[in-house]
């Protein structure tokens, strides 16, 4: 994925002068002699420089691992290597996105232990420090939360490691159940020390780690951790950001992206320069010619839509001309992260920079959390409320109530349904549905969808992804259970 402006030459120093991801390799590859955190932090100027470095190890994203094994995607262009594969359930340790994957997480992990090991001696006033602390510990709780789920126990890596001994960084899997305490930990930090508001576009503020912290409590109560008391937090976590006033639902849903900054709506989104690169879903996404699509939409998926629905007949485009082609037209493909303007022209993949953000955290994932967790608690009476206003949002005509109908009757199951479905409408290709099929235990659906497409059926392993077969080698752990 290319990097956004908020990528400074930081980060490649901070994986040069550390290695503490767990592997012997990276140390290997970025030797310790080349910085130091004694050399690099020389005045208070450098404390936020460092912080601001951390952004370039975002973001954490891979299609083809948080996307494209579920059931709201059809099969990739045969052209895309390892897409196939990663779609018939037959996915290998040495596979680059796993890999990717894997080491994006770390990365992101060590360059914020690298920068918490030198906050504590600087030279900053105490309010100063805190706020810098409660941003680099939100990153490392980010990037953990990330990893616990694709992978399940990892190591655990929460300092810098100077150990000359190349053996001290082989570090252990640690329990799932210590991951998470480091996550909360850490979020809860960040939420009473962030400021208020971004001191720049694109950092993170309170209200992030606020929202963030409502997706780790929904997750937690969910499989495989079920701690269901947690759906509370999650409510309580989710209701602090509806109700501070600072955010309003975009009235229409297609308006919601397409942006170069924040909308009302935005919580927290990835942005991009386009002289240093774009909206990488661009590449992945559109099915024109000189495209090699990965995630496109099911067939399942399309019809799968309430009648009226804006998230469909915007956000899916299936009789979009083919300009190569007289009278005909291109395969179906989402529009959310894809400019058509090119395409139009017959510019080719290669040649169309999409400028769009990326939306990591937004305002209608706090509704839906909310009705989730209310549903969770109390059954569906109260829920409702919160699922009707996504709901009514995505109507194409907001006056006439059979478009995108309000739920109303539902047993409790019946919305536990009903709200896993609002989610993938609402959230394909943002990164949340394999998240919400794990913790929902729902992976099932795959198998319903794809079938005989399988290489290998759905199972209890499809909980887990591989680790890596280099990590795996290096630092001497047991990889999980294989497909």
Not at 16 to 40: D, N, V, W, Y
Not at 144 to 149: D, G, M, P, S, W
Not at 161 to 184: C, E, F, M
Not at 471 to 478: D, H, L, M, Q, R
Request: charged share 20%; hydrophobic share 35%; with cysteine.
């Amino acid at each position: 994925m290319k990097k956004s402006y908020q990528k400074l030459f930081l980060s490649s120093a901070i994986g040069m002068a550390i290695a503490i991801s767990g592997c012997k390799r990276t140390l290997e590859e970025h030797p310790q002699t080349s910085i130091t955190p004694s050399t690099f932090f020389s005045d208070p100027a450098s404390y936020q420089l460092a912080i601001i470095g951390l952004y370039g190890d975002l973001p954490l994203y891979d299609g083809s691992m948080q996307e494209m094994a579920t059931d709201i995607y059809g099969a990739p262009a045969p052209s895309v290597e390892q897409g196939l594969p990663m779609y018939q359930n037959a996915p290998q340790s040495y596979y680059y996105n796993t890999q990717g994957c894997w080491g994006g997480g770390y990365r992101l992990i060590k360059d914020a232990n690298f920068v918490l090991g030198a906050l504590p001696t600087s030279p900053l006033d105490q309010t100063t420090k805190n706020q810098l602390t409660a941003e680099a510990e939100f990153m490392r709780g980010y990037g953990y939360f990330y990893l616990v789920q694709l992978y399940g126990d990892i190591p655990m890596p929460t300092k810098v490691i100077v150990d000359n001994n190349p053996n001290s960084l082989q570090l252990p899997r640690s329990p799932q159940a210590d991951i998470y305490k480091l996550i909360l930990s850490d979020l809860t930090f960040a939420e009473q020390n962030l400021p208020d508001k971004a001191t720049t576009a694109g950092r993170v503020y309170k209200s992030v780690a606020s929202a963030l912290l409502a997706k780790v409590y929904l997750t937690m109560a969910g499989n495989p951790m079920k701690q269901t008391a947690y759906y509370q937090n999650a409510k309580d976590e989710a209701l602090k950001v509806i109700n501070s006033g600072l955010f309003t639902l975009v009235d229409d849903y297609a308006n919601v992206f397409h942006h170069t900054s924040y909308t009302t709506e935005s919580i927290w989104e990835q942005s991009y320069v386009v002289s240093k690169g774009g909206n990488p879903l661009q590449g992945s996404t559109g099915t024109a010619d000189t495209y090699r699509p990965l995630l496109v939409p099911a067939t399942s998926f399309i019809n799968s839509f309430p009648k009226g629905d804006r998230r469909r007949t915007w956000g899916i485009l299936d009789q979009y001309p083919d300009p190569k082609v007289k009278g005909g037209v291109l395969a179906p493909f989402f529009q959310k992260y894809f400019d058509t303007t090119g395409v139009s022209k017959g510019a080719t993949s290669s040649t169309v920079i999409n400028p769009w953000n990326f939306v990591y955290i937004r305002y209608a994932d706090m509704y839906l959390i909310a009705a989730e967790a209310e549903n969770e608690i109390n059954g569906p009476a109260n829920a409702y409320v919160y699922i009707n206003t996504i709901r009514r949002r995505a109507r194409v005509d907001k006056g006439d109530p059979t478009n995108v109908p309000d739920l109303a009757g539902l047993t409790q199951d019946g919305f536990r349904q009903a709200v896993l479905k609002e989610r993938k409408w609402e959230f394909a290709l943002e990164g949340n549905t394999w998240f919400d099929m794990k913790r929902t235990n729902t992976f099932q659906l795959i198998q319903a969808q794809r079938g005989s497409q399988l290489i290998n059926p759905i199972g209890p392993y499809n909980q887990t992804w591989l680790i890596p077969d280099i990590e795996i080698t290096a630092n001497n752990i047991p990889q999980n259970p294989l497909y």
